[in-house]
């Protein structure tokens, strides 16, 4: 069974719109973090922000924030003010505290956005 | 800011031949890790390295691949004997801790293409 699901293969967004990605994860384990990674065409993983499963708010990191629904397991990106250069695929992962390093990606959403 | 170095940026070997991929992680970071992304795919964990040895190893990372930290800065990844489907980009990556809530930092990756 897929630990992330990200449902949207591409999503198109307007510049200076704002845009949200879904997420959402499969465990049984009471202890884990969520991850967005940015994908730019020119291949690099960038971290951009991390909710754990025990935090009482949604993460913030200036354009990018967290919908951190536990009780859905979801934790849907948003991204606020959206730039050309926000073109990329994300990437959202996990990993479950009693299950080893390895963060476990999701198949990624393709993010356009249009001037 | 600090940032995971991978070398080279591409790799083109013929199947069968051996191949080293180089990563310079973090200065003061202390858990290394292989991933690979094959064309079009989710990113896939190989292998997570600490204080010299492998602590976890997904069924992906076979008898074919081997990692190694030859020196103080310096954390390989080692295909022996190629395949056409070794072809991917593999990124090195690497973190503080191994806490949930720890990012793995990852390098730009190396594209790696078996003829």
Request: hydrophobic fraction near 30%; include cysteine; charge should be negative.
């Amino acid at each position: 069974a897929q630990k992330i699901t990200q449902t949207q293969p591409g999503m198109f967004v307007q510049e200076k719109e704002a845009v949200t990605l879904d997420c959402t994860y499969d465990t049984s384990d009471p202890s884990y973090g969520l991850f967005w990674y940015k994908q730019p065409s020119s291949g690099e993983m960038i971290f951009l922000i991390y909710q754990g499963s025990y935090d009482q708010q949604n993460a913030t990191e200036g354009r990018y924030s967290l919908n951190f629904q536990k009780a859905r397991k979801s934790a849907n990106l948003v991204i606020s003010a959206s730039q050309l250069g926000d073109s990329a695929m994300y990437f959202c992962a996990m990993r479950e505290a009693n299950s080893g390093y390895a963060l476990n990606f999701g198949k990624g959403t393709s993010l356009l956005v249009t001037p | 800011e600090p940032e995971v170095t991978q070398t080279p940026s591409h790799q083109v070997t013929q199947m069968g031949q051996e191949v080293i991929l180089r990563c310079v992680p973090i200065s003061n970071h202390l858990y290394f890790y292989w991933y690979r992304q094959i064309l079009g795919q989710k990113v896939e964990f190989l292998v997570s390295f600490y204080n010299n040895e492998i602590s976890e190893k997904s069924e992906i990372f076979d008898d074919q691949f081997s990692v190694e930290r030859p020196d103080g800065s310096n954390f390989t990844l080692k295909i022996r004997s190629t395949k056409l489907e070794d072809s991917a980009m593999y990124f090195c990556a690497s973190s503080v801790g191994t806490g949930r809530n720890q990012p793995q930092h990852f390098g730009d990756g190396t594209r790696l293409s078996i003829l």
